[in-house]
Structure formats: structure tokens, C-alpha cells
T-cell receptor, first 116, second 114 residues
Framework: DTGVSQDPRHKITKRGQNVTFRCDPISEHNRLYWYRQTLGQGPEFLTYFQNEAQLEKSRLLSDRFSAERPKGSFSTLEIQRTEQGDSAMYLC??????????????FGPGTRLTVL | AQSVTQLGSHVSVSEGALVLLRCNYSSSVPPYLFWYVQYPNQGLQLLLKYTSAATLVKGINGFEAEFKKSETSFHLTKPSAHMSDAAEYFCAVSDAGGSYIPTFGRGTSLIVHP
């Protein structure tokens, strides 16, 4: 068990550029979650997958955001035409799914995005 | 809708003193409640969770929390603070209706003085 990993850890980009983040969950965890965290706030839910199926999306996830989880393993989060308001820490978490709403989510270290 | 309120964005204690971090929840159905800790440059780590079994929940690193339905509270305590406890603490709620998605509070930064 190597934990949840995220890549890159830091990303600086210019407004209008596209960025893509990757998350590798704990192996055999079938649920994967994406959150956004801004300074002084708790994590805000963006979207979640069960295996390869994207089951829920927050209204925070605008049309510029897209997430995929091909083959139910790693996941990518892409932001198109980045805006300064997208600057935040993007967190990924995974869980086994065996305990429903009480599942323990294991978080990665996050990707910090800065949009200039 | 579910929500949590964490009273106090910063709590400062001396090493060896009692730690008390407050969390009040709002939920229309029986809640599940969580406390997470986040150390600098690290992801969130689960400290403990309430799943409707025992109301007093013991977690890692000597922390515990008590679910009080009448007060809609789930405060986190530790009898004696250690310097290594300095971190950001988040309370979260999910509902027993089946949503897998917890709602997090804004967090409380614990500062421990020598």
C-alpha cells in the first residue's frame, strides 16, 4: 500500500492555458474523489467515480473541468482555459467502497495550481 | 442539506494542556461525522469517525470525540497537547441516507506553544 499519489505537486500556468492533473489511488480502491481546497477553507467536493463510472458532479465543476478514470484505475482532472479563480489545491482521495457513507477516504498530498 | 461549523479558525494551547476543537453539525437525517488532520504539505488523514455505534469515539494519536445529538456537536479533544499536534483539523459530515460525499468545515488551525 503506497498511498494515494498525485502528479504534479505544483503547477504554475498562465491564464487561458489548459492543465491536467493525475491521481493514482490505492490499488483496488474502487472509489475515487476529487476535491478543491482554497486558502482558509475545507475541501469542496468536485466529482467522484466508482470504478470507471463518474457518478456525481458538483455544480462547482464548470464546463471547463473534465475528469476521467479510464479502466477504473488512475484518474485525470483537466481544466481548460484556466482562470485566476482556479488557483487552489486540488485533492484526490480514494476509498474501498465497502462501508458506504462511512467509508474512510485516503487523501493524496494534492496538486497546488497557481494561475497567473 | 448537511453542514458543519467549526468554531474558531485558530486555537492556541500550551504543550501539555487540554485540546478542545469545536464542531457543530446540521443534518436532516442521522449523520456520520469525521475528524481529519492535515499537516503542512500533506493530504488529509482520518483521525476518527462516528458511525452511530458508540457516542464516544476514540481515534489515533490520543484524540477522541463525543457525539451529542441534543447539542448537535462532535467536539474533538485530547487531554495533553504535544508539539507534533500542530496542524489543521477538519470536521466533516455525511448523511446516513447513502451519499458518499462528506461536507467539510472550514478547518481549525491548532497552534501548540512550548
Amino acid at each position: 500500500d503506497t498511498g494515494v499519489s498525485q502528479d504534479p505537486r505544483h503547477k504554475i500556468t498562465k491564464r487561458g492555458q489548459n492543465v491536467t492533473f493525475r491521481c493514482d489511488p490505492i490499488s483496488e480502491h474502487n472509489r475515487l474523489y476529487w476535491y478543491r481546497q482554497t486558502l482558509g477553507q475545507g475541501p469542496e467536493f468536485l466529482t467522484y467515480f466508482q470504478n470507471e463510472a463518474q457518478l456525481e458532479k458538483s455544480r462547482l465543476l464548470s464546463d471547463r473541468f473534465s475528469a476521467e478514470r479510464p479502466k477504473g484505475s488512475f484518474s485525470t482532472l483537466e481544466i481548460q482555459r484556466t482562470e485566476q479563480g482556479d488557483s487552489a489545491m486540488y485533492l484526490c482521495a480514494s476509498s474501498s467502497g465497502g462501508q458506504g457513507a462511512t467509508d474512510t477516504q485516503y487523501f493524496g498530498p494534492g496538486t497546488r495550481l497557481t494561475v497567473l | 442539506a448537511q453542514s458543519v461549523t467549526q468554531l474558531g479558525s485558530h486555537v492556541s494551547v500550551s504543550e501539555g494542556a487540554l485540546v478542545l476543537l469545536r464542531c457543530n453539525y446540521s443534518s436532516s437525517v442521522p449523520p456520520y461525522l469525521f475528524w481529519y488532520v492535515q499537516y503542512p504539505n500533506q493530504g488529509l488523514q482520518l483521525l476518527l469517525k462516528y458511525t452511530s455505534a458508540a457516542t464516544l469515539v476514540k481515534g489515533i494519536n490520543g484524540f477522541e470525540a463525543e457525539f451529542k445529538k441534543s447539542e448537535t456537536s462532535f467536539h474533538l479533544t485530547k487531554p495533553s497537547a504535544h508539539m507534533s499536534d500542530a496542524a489543521e483539523y477538519f470536521c466533516a459530515v455525511s448523511d446516513a441516507g447513502g451519499s458518499y460525499i462528506p461536507t467539510f468545515g472550514r478547518g481549525t488551525s491548532l497552534i501548540v506553544h512550548p
